[in-house]
């Protein structure tokens, strides 16, 4: 109780100090920052986390903002026919977090809901302090349902998501005011999610133009349907005189509140997550001007122990400056390969003793791991099981370790994992398989670490970006991968890993056939054989994962795109 009470007096001081200088608010459904705040779902809040992490790193004057998600997304246990199971998550919120004295409210269908705030401080490597504010509705005085607002992340109906995009959006940018903060002019929205954000600006200011100076947008989603909106008489009826009748034709579309449609009406600036999404992005909203930023991951976040032991004996600096990454090249190979190794240990030491799932340290490891669901194929690899078995037999052993959450209402990818264990029976003793369950940022390093290959197989374009395989490059794993998302620019075949399926034809639809085909021959013939039979050429192609791909998609990066395209333009 002691180190926390002095922790908690240190972050008061720091943010009094902050306040009157961050230019931006970056605004986000989920933020996955730390290991023990469970308020991350999946790619989009690593993201946002890794986001501000770089922000610290590089002096860039930026704030979080987020909801509290008490219960986190969910805790998944698996039974042993596949079934998901989900649990609430407990996190010691107070011990984490801060509450701020701060509060406001907004207006949610006529009802005042009041919303607290708590406070985190993410430190950069020279010491620069970024806040992250969490946003929460279970205060005494507000109703029992609004109580339950900040609880779930993406839990609840569609009335449900619509009050937390209030929350946040509107709630956000009124919590910064009360906070005290008078220089934010950039309000950054990281998916449709914060899009409300613009109604509360164009509230204050009255004038389209002055709110578009401010906003900037960060688009996710190739897919149509995944873009949020809601029935506008439904939308009137939550929001209330905040929704502003001048302009409802811009910002509705086929009579619905579109919030990727709010969020692109109201913004200087819009990206996708890589230069396909772009393009994607740009044919789903003729008319507006879509730029691309590539995502990329926080570097000293995602290396494994044993890499940055090594980089900080053979690249010092790497910590500070990503960039320098690329004299990767220059890392001795049997180095390269022990650092490996004592990552593989550290997974395989994990997986026999939860699971007891016999694996070996010298066997070759497949890794897949990331939300389920049906367009990223989780099953393609193991969909014909007597062909993997033959190839297991004639190329070498094969150990596959999956993990990865389904959404609760996603039927097709709770059943995937069904799926995925009634395989893993038929196949015992020919090839490996096993299921960590409860995938989670700490998995996630241990997995893109611990594997000797990363596999990603979406349907295309679906694929907005993909961050895992970037994680994977920072411990010299290479992916093998469908050409989506941010493979398209960091695949170099035989170098920097493997492609999946045809590679001219990118617009097309991917083909399951020709996919799992290309998957099958391209391991039995290249990738294995080259494991097991050629150890110097694929260390070499470890070493060009660090130096070519880890070099370039990460967030320092990133940031600094963001910094010049979109913050300060
Ligand atoms: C990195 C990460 C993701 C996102 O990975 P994708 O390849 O973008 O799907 C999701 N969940 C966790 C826990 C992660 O660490």
Partial sequence: ????????IGKTKSITSLKGKPKIAYLSMEIGIDEHIPTYSGGLGILAG??????ADLNVPIVGVTLLCENGYFYQKIDENGNQIELPIQFAISDLLELLPSTTSVTIEGREVKLRVWYYQFKGINGYV??????DSNIEGNDVWDRELTKHLYGGDNKYRLAQEIILGIGGIRMLQALGYKTIDKYHMNEGHAALGTLELYRQLNDVEKVRKQCVFTTHTPVAAGHDQFELSYAKSMLGDILPEGILDDITFENKLNMTRLALFFSHYVNGVAKKHGEVSRLMFPGYSIDSITNGVHTSTWVSEPFQKLFDKQIPGWRSDSYMLRSAFSLDKDEIWNAHMDAKKKLINFVNERYNAGMNYNDFTIGFARRQTAYKRPDLLISDPNRLTQIAEKAGPIQIIYAGKA????????????????????IQGKVKITYIQNYDMMIGKMMTAGTD??????????????????????NGVPQFSTLDGWWLEGHIENITGWAIGPEKTEDEESDDEKDRNDLYNKLETWIIPKFYGDRDNWVRTMRSCIAINASFFNTDRMVQQYVLNAYFR
Wanted: aromatic share 6%; net charge positive.
């Fill in 130 to 135: 970024v806040p992250v504010f969490f946003l």
């Fill in 407 to 426: 959404h609760p209402k996603d039927g097709s990818g709770r059943d995937v994992i069904k799926k995925i264990f009634e395989i893993m029976k038929t």
């Fill in 1 to 8: 109780m002691d180190g926390k009470i002095t922790r908690n």
């Fill in 453 to 474: 290959i990363w596999l990603n197989t979406p349907r295309r374009p679906r694929e907005a970006s993909g961050t895992s395989g970037m994680k994977a490059a920072h």
């Fill in 50 to 55: 890794d986001t501000i992490k770089s922000c």
